[in-house]
């Protein structure tokens, strides 16, 4: 069974070409991060446009790269949720599209799951690795998502815990520009916390009492705090960078002196972070008797989360094995939607003619 995944929920124009949910012949993403980087974040009205211009030319690319023509496609897939309405719309149409001059099955596929099922998918040209054993525990860390799920089979989701205010990578975001590192902030952080300590300064981690879910809300306002004293004055004359009519009209990016010490601060920010997921994903796997624990979404993409979970899995629960899509699979693409997709088609989750976009798409 060899898929068409398309994904445009967010800045990403992404297309591949997936045999068994496992198999990726092709994997093509356009990212747009140039695009909003002078806006400091994604502006739904430029990345709708830009996948318009994208869409084609990137599924082209991921057919040609698979070596198949259209007639090669056995079912088409796509993102219908959760993400922008204006992006997702893109996606959505030309799916349906091509499944029905194609005459081929069309599934509607949830973007979480999208994520969580990147760790099915092997490299082009690897061997898929063991399929990950059930019952598992799932954290799943974007720029929109925070959540811990539990996982007992395909297509069977438990809600445990989520954020109640900023996701994790959103931020991780927030900080970066707080720090005048740039955006996206995920990588910016991971590459300005290496060497640095990450116990100089103490932030604060929302522990929340015993429950699953998360808060980094105060976090980000104690980081402004310890950095604020650092910050030089915004020049006056300095050229406004955001949109006039957009969402990040209030966008100036910040600049901290000289000698501020960045690396300890984006060290103990990303540390404070990392530490309630890793708590609380390795609390969750232990009550829920999990045989296998996931990362999943752009921040798995994190060196100091992915190493402090599998250091503390260790510990406390011995041979529980921790797992991570490859970087290619953690940030938005299609080859994730092709994966799940297969495994929805098996369970007969085909979408009819009416699918439509569902921005606010939840899991469970
Ligand atoms: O999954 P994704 O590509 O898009 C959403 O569905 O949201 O996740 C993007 C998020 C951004 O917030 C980005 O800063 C974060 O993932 N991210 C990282 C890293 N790489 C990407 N966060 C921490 N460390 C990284 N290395
Ligand atoms: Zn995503």
């Given at each position: 069974?060899?898929?068409?995944?398309?994904?445009?929920?967010?800045?990403?124009?992404?297309?591949?070409?997936v045999?068994?949910g496992?198999?990726?012949?092709?994997?093509?993403?356009?990212?747009?991060?140039?695009?909003?980087?002078?806006?400091?974040?994604?502006?739904?009205?430029?990345?709708?446009?830009?996948?318009?211009?994208?869409?084609?030319?990137?599924?082209?690319?991921?057919?040609?790269?698979?070596?198949?023509?259209?007639?090669?496609?056995?079912?088409?897939?796509?993102?219908?949720?959760?993400?922008?309405?204006?992006?997702?719309?893109?996606?959505?149409?030309?799916?349906?599209?091509?499944?029905?001059?194609?005459?081929?099955?069309?599934?509607?596929?949830?973007?979480l799951?999208?994520?969580?099922?990147a760790?099915w998918?092997?490299?082009?040209?690897?061997?898929?690795?063991?399929?990950?054993?059930?019952?598992?525990?799932?954290?799943?860390?974007?720029?929109?998502?925070?959540?811990?799920?539990?996982?007992?089979?395909?297509?069977?989701?438990?809600?445990?815990?989520?954020?109640?205010?900023?996701?994790?990578?959103?931020?991780?975001?927030?900080?970066?520009?707080?720090?005048?590192?740039?955006?996206?902030?995920?990588?910016?952080?991971?590459?300005?916390?290496?060497?640095?300590?990450?116990?100089?300064?103490?932030?604060?981690?929302?522990?929340?009492?015993?429950?699953?879910?998360?808060?980094?809300?105060?976090?980000?306002?104690?980081?402004?705090?310890?950095?604020?004293?650092?910050?030089?004055?915004?020049?006056?004359?300095?050229?406004?960078?955001?949109?006039?009519?957009?969402?990040?009209?209030?966008?100036?990016?910040?600049?901290?002196?000289?000698?501020?010490?960045?690396?300890?601060?984006?060290?103990?920010?990303?540390?404070?972070?990392?530490?309630?997921?890793?708590?609380?994903?390795?609390?969750?796997?232990?009550a829920?008797?999990?045989?296998?624990?996931?990362?999943?979404?752009?921040?798995?993409?994190?060196?100091?989360?992915?190493d402090?979970?599998?250091?503390?899995?260790?510990?406390?629960?011995?041979?529980?094995?921790?797992?991570?899509?490859?970087?290619?699979?953690?940030?938005?693409?299609?080859?994730?939607?092709?994966?799940?997709?297969?495994?929805?088609?098996?369970?007969?989750?085909?979408?009819?003619?009416?699918?439509?976009?569902?921005?606010?798409?939840?899991?469970?």
């Open positions: 069974m060899q898929i068409l995944g398309i994904e445009t929920s967010c800045d990403e124009t992404a297309a591949a070409i045999v068994d496992v198999r990726v012949r092709s994997n093509i993403v356009a990212s747009q991060t140039e695009l909003h980087r002078a806006h400091g974040g994604v502006v739904p009205e430029l990345a709708a446009r830009q996948h318009i211009r994208a869409i084609v030319p990137v599924i082209e690319t991921a057919l040609a790269d698979a070596g198949i023509d259209r007639a090669g496609i056995d079912a088409v897939a796509m993102t219908a949720g959760p993400g922008l309405a204006g992006s997702l719309l893109v996606g959505v149409n030309v799916a349906k599209t091509m499944a029905w001059a194609l005459d081929r099955p069309l599934i509607s596929v949830n973007h799951e999208a994520h969580i099922y760790n998918l092997g490299l082009p040209g690897e061997e898929p690795p063991p399929p990950p054993r059930f019952p598992l525990v799932c954290l799943l860390v974007s720029g929109g998502h925070t959540e811990l799920i539990a996982m007992t089979g395909h297509g069977l989701y438990r809600h445990l815990g989520r954020t109640l205010d900023d996701a994790a990578g959103e931020a991780f975001d927030k900080g970066a520009r707080l720090l005048g590192l740039g955006y996206p902030g995920g990588p910016a952080i991971q590459r300005a916390a290496s060497g640095g300590d990450p116990e100089r300064f103490a932030l604060p981690r929302a522990w929340l009492g015993e429950s699953y879910d998360f808060s980094f809300s105060g976090l980000k306002t104690a980081l402004l705090r310890l950095s604020e004293p650092y910050r030089l004055p915004a020049s006056p004359e300095e050229p406004f960078q955001g949109s006039p009519s957009g969402p990040f009209r209030e966008h100036r990016p910040v600049q901290l002196v000289g000698d501020a010490p960045v690396a300890d601060l984006a060290a103990s920010f990303q540390a404070a972070i990392v530490e309630p997921l890793v708590v609380k994903t390795v609390r969750a796997a232990e829920f008797g999990a045989r296998t624990i996931l990362l999943a979404g752009g921040v798995a993409a994190n060196r100091a989360l992915r402090a979970l599998t250091a503390a899995a260790a510990a406390t629960l011995g041979d529980t094995p921790v797992r991570f899509p490859p970087l290619v699979y953690c940030t938005d693409n299609a080859a994730m939607v092709a994966g799940a997709a297969h495994w929805a088609l098996r369970r007969g989750d085909q979408a009819g003619w009416e699918a439509d976009v569902v921005p606010r798409l939840a899991l469970v």
